[in-house]
C-alpha cells in the first residue's frame, strides 16, 4: 500500500498534472466512444488545418480574415468539384476496367506457377504449385463474397458519401470563419488552472498543424510525381495506381511496402521480365526514396523526430483503436505522448520553505 502511495504521490502530487490527465482521458473516451459519429467533424478540422494555412499567409498580407476565408474556402470548393467530377470518374472506369481483366491475370499467373517445377526443380514441386494455387484461389472467392456485400451496403455508403459532400465544406468555412470564436466557447467549460495542460496543447497543437499541411503536400507531390512517370512510361491504370501511392505515404513505411505488389504486379501482367518492367520498377524506387530522403525531411522539419519503432507502434496502436483517422494522425498523436512524458513531472513536489523552495518544471510551465 506504501508503495501505491507514493507512486501517486510522486505523479499526481501537483493539481496541474491531474487537470492534464484527466483532459487526455476525456478526450480518449470522447474518440473511442463517438469516433464514427464525428467523423465529418474530424474531416473538416483536418481540412480546416491544411487551410488555415493559406488563410494566414493572406492575413499576413494584409487582408482581412473574412475575405481570406471567402478566397481560400472558394478555391478548396473548386478543388472538391474537380476531384468529384474529374478525377473520381477517372479512378472509377480504371478501376472498373482491372476487374474486367482481372480473369485473364489470374489465368496468365497459374499458367506462370505451373511453370515454376519445370524451370526450377531443385526449389519447388507440382504439390507445392497445386497447394498455392488452392489457396489463391479461396483468397479470391473470400474476396468475391466481401466485394459482393460491399456491393449490398453501396447504398448506404453513398448516402454517407453525400452527408461528407454536403456537411464537411460546411463545417470547414465555419471552422475557418470562426475559428477562435470557437476556442474561446471550448475554453471556458474547461478548468482555470491548466497551465500544464495550455503548454503541451500548444506544442502539440503546432505539430498537428504542420503534419497535416505536410502530409497533404506530401500526398499530392508524390501522387502527381507518380502519375506523371506512370503515363510516360505507358503503364496501366496510372492514375489508378498513382493514387494508391499518393494515400500510401500516410502510413509510413508499411504503406510504400503494401502499394508496391499492385505496382509490380500489373507492371508484370502488362510486360512479363522484360526492361519495361524494370525501368518501371527503377522509377518507382526512385520516387519512394526521394520521398523518404527528401520530400520527407524538408516537408516535415518542423515536426519532432520520432524513432521509426515508435512510428510503427503508433500506427498499430492507434490504427487498431481508431481506424483510418488513427492511421492518419499516428504521428501527432505519438508526438502527443511524447509531449506528455516530457512534460510529466519526474519526482515529488518538494514541500520546503518558501525561500528555499525551487520550482519544478510544471509550475514554470502552469505560469506560462
Known sequence: MNIVRAWFRRYFSDPQVVILALLLVAGFALVITFGNMLAPVLAGVVIAYLLEGFVGALERRHMPRMAAVLVVFLAFMLFLVFALFGLLPILSNQLAQLLQQLPTMIAKGQHTLQRLPDLYPNFITSQQVSEIMAGIRGELAAWGQHALSVSVASVVGLIALLVYVVLVPVLVFFFLKDKDRILQWVSQYLPGERGLATVVWNDVNIQIGNYVRGKV?????????????????????????????????????????????????????????????????????????????ILVPLLFSEVVNLHPVAIIVAVLVFGGIWGFWGVFFAIPLATLVQAVLKAWPRGPIEQSEPETRTETPVQTAAKR
Do not use: R
Open 217 to 293: 503536400w506530401e500526398i499530392l507531390i508524390v501522387g502527381v510525381t507518380t502519375y506523371a512517370t506512370f503515363a510516360i512510361m505507358g503503364l496501366q491504370y496510372a492514375a489508378l495506381l498513382a493514387t494508391l501511392v499518393g494515400f500510401s505515404v500516410i502510413i509510413p513505411y508499411i504503406g510504400a511496402a503494401v502499394v508496391t505488389v499492385p505496382v509490380a504486379v500489373i507492371a508484370y501482367f502488362q510486360w512479363g521480365w522484360g526492361t519495361e518492367f524494370a525501368y518501371l520498377i527503377i522509377a518507382y524506387g526512385i520516387i519512394q526514396t526521394l520521398d523518404g530522403n
